[in-house]
């Protein structure tokens, strides 16, 4: 199986700074042949499920703010929120979708300094 | 609207089984791979097995392997996880998810939770 693994596993910014994870997997998740990263991030605030923000590495979903991004290929790759926001405390997860066994990073949580 | 309501959970003791449900609605459930995922109390996200939409391909996680069974029937929108010998380390919130072919999941349900407890 790919492991995946988050870094950090939590962390606290001040409101209106930068949050950066990182996402590392155990093998690629590029596919060659179309040269895309099967690499999802997903949102999960308390009492709810989780929710897809980014796929492909770096494609935001439809109704998810700006102020998040995805970059990396490959190996490694980042979820950045530009611009802290009090509705953006949440545990955040990377996962691969490059396997039939889609497996998820650890979490990291994200809290407010 | 694409919803997906799972049922089925409860209080169980070691060695005993469930099966949960998780029941379809609003897209052509057919088209779609669907997943199991779980979550412990307090914990991160386990994918857990899937159901392809292509053929008859089931995939699970080693620790579930030989205990527990996806099925889904396609005439009733319908997935279906068998949960057999169950531990007390399966205790957890069990997700349905929805998944395009080679896509994230993109639609979840709110759980169903199963507790292995003596």
């Known amino acids: 199986d790919i492991v995946m693994t988050q870094s950090p596993d939590s962390l606290a910014v001040s409101l209106g700074e930068r949050a950066t994870i990182n996402c590392k997997s155990s093998?690629?998740?590029?596919?060659?042949?179309?040269?895309?990263?099967?690499l999802a991030w997903y949102q999960q605030k308390p009492g709810q499920p989780p929710k897809l923000l980014i796929s492909?590495?770096?494609t935001r979903e439809s109704g998810v703010p700006d102020r998040f991004s995805g970059s990396g290929s490959g190996t490694d790759f980042t979820l950045t929120i530009s611009s802290l926001q009090a509705e953006d405390v949440a545990v955040y997860y990377c996962q691969q979708y490059y396997d039939t066994r889609k497996t998820f990073g650890q979490g990291t949580r994200v809290e407010i300094k | 609207q694409v919803q997906l309501v799972e049922s089925g959970g409860g209080v169980v003791q070691p060695g005993g089984s469930l099966r949960l449900s998780c029941a379809a609605s609003g897209f052509t459930f057919s088209t779609y791979s669907m997943h199991w995922v779980r979550q412990a109390p307090g914990k991160g996200l386990e994918w857990v097995a899937v159901?392809?939409?292509?053929?008859?391909?089931?995939y699970y996680i080693d620790s579930v392997k030989g205990r527990f069974t996806i099925s889904r029937d396609n005439s009733k929108n319908t997935l279906f996880l068998q949960m057999n010998s169950l531990r007390v380390e399966d205790t957890a919130l069990y997700y349905c998810?929805?998944?395009?072919?080679?896509?994230?999941?993109?639609?979840w349900g709110q759980g169903t939770l199963v507790t292995v407890s003596s």
């Open positions: 093998q690629t998740v590029l596919y060659s042949s179309n040269n895309k990263n099967f």
């Open positions: 492909w590495a770096s």
């Open positions: 998810a929805r998944a395009g072919a080679g896509a994230p999941f993109d639609f």
């Open positions: 159901f392809s939409s292509l053929g008859d391909n089931k």
